[in-house]
């Protein structure tokens, strides 16, 4: 039975206003996953990062870092165990091409020797839980059973596998036969990720591997706010629940830009919100005609205008239907 959920990190949307209001209006997650940060070889944390790592509400959170080299990710994990968080994610998954060009992200798994020297390195020396956020390969799945020799060489504190590689990004069949050989493989303890979008979909999961006690989710709980909390039981989201919930991360996104960049208070606040809409909007019967008036518009007006004409004329549906981008 799955026990613990996971929220995954998101870059650019599931950001720290988006994780405290999101816990306080909806919850049901046992961790959220900050999205990377990517240590240069100076070792600092910028100020952006800082901000984003801060965590006065004390939500449960895991910090992940992307990093080529070791002495980089050791340094991450260090700098973040002095902040107080007890685990620290590398990621290894990210398919894009910026950040594999430099040999990041999923770029690791390209080369399992490399990979296996990284987390040796890692591992040896490092003083604070961690755990590994995965694809099954950077080409072919086919790579994945000696990406999992490697992986079982270390403590990892969990392997969350996205079952796709690289090409695929986050499109396409998920291939279960090799996260099946994942879990049964596995010496360290594993979790499930990509396209849980419904409780069906969740319990069909749990029927096909009653061994599994820990699944990440991440469109699926933007695009139905209230997943995590139905899966414990609780009840879905209501229309006036969501039109409270985008209002105020509204007017989160518009304090928070107002102390970080007090010129440009309302455009990156709407900007925020629209990439929310886009996983969102499938929640709404024909929610496609406003989701895409809403991508093509540009400003604040037309957001909050949208989000206006969203609420007073479409539907909700009791559960979105699955579509994810
Ligand atoms: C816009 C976007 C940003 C993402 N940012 C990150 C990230 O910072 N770190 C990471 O490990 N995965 C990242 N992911 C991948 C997600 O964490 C997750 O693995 C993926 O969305 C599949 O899970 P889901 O189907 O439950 O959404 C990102 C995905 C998307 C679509």
């Given at each position: ?43 600092i ?43 620290v ?6 398919p ?29 020396g ?58 049964a ?118 957001y ?14 009791d ?7």
């Amino acid at each position: 039975m799955i026990r613990r959920l996971d929220f995954a990190p998101l870059d650019g949307i599931t950001k720290r206003v988006f994780r405290r209001v999101w816990h306080q209006r909806f919850g049901g997650a046992d961790r959220y996953f900050v999205p990377f940060i990517s240590p240069t070889d100076q070792h600092i944390i910028t100020p952006r990062d800082r901000r984003e790592l801060e965590n006065p509400e004390g939500l449960p959170q895991v910090p992940q870092v992307m990093a080529k080299r070791a002495a980089d990710a050791l340094w991450a994990a260090e700098a973040l165990a002095d902040m107080g968080y007890t685990e620290v994610n590398l990621n290894l998954g990210c398919p894009s091409g910026t950040v594999t060009a430099k040999g990041k992200g999923s770029g690791l798994l390209a080369d399992p020797d490399f990979l296996d020297r990284f987390l040796d390195e890692v591992f040896s020396g490092v003083s604070v839980p961690v755990s590994v956020k995965t694809r099954l390969g950077y080409r072919v799945p086919e790579e994945f059973p000696r990406l999992l020799e490697v992986f079982n060489r270390y403590p990892i504190a969990c392997l969350t596998v996205h079952p796709r590689v690289r090409p695929e990004k986050y499109r396409g069949a998920v291939h279960m036969d090799l996260f099946a050989q994942a879990l049964a493989e596995s010496r360290n303890p594993v979790c499930y990720n990509g396209d849980l979008t419904s409780v069906p979909g969740v319990r069909a999961l749990e029927d096909r591997f009653p061994a599994l006690d820990a699944a990440m989710i991440g469109r699926g709980a933007i695009a139905d706010p209230a997943l995590l909390r139905r899966l414990r039981g609780g009840p879905p989201a209501s229309r006036e629940e969501l039109q409270s919930f985008t209002r105020e991360l509204y007017r989160a996104y518009q304090d928070f830009y107002a102390q970080a960049a007090p010129d440009a208070q309302a455009a990156p606040a709407s900007q925020r919100m629209k990439e929310v809409w886009f996983y969102l909007i499938h929640l709404f019967e024909d929610g496609e005609r406003l989701g895409g008036r809403m991508r093509r518009s540009r400003g604040p007006r037309a957001y909050e205008a949208l989000e206006r004409q969203i609420f007073e004329e479409l539907n909700l549906l009791d559960a979105p239907r699955g579509e994810l981008v």
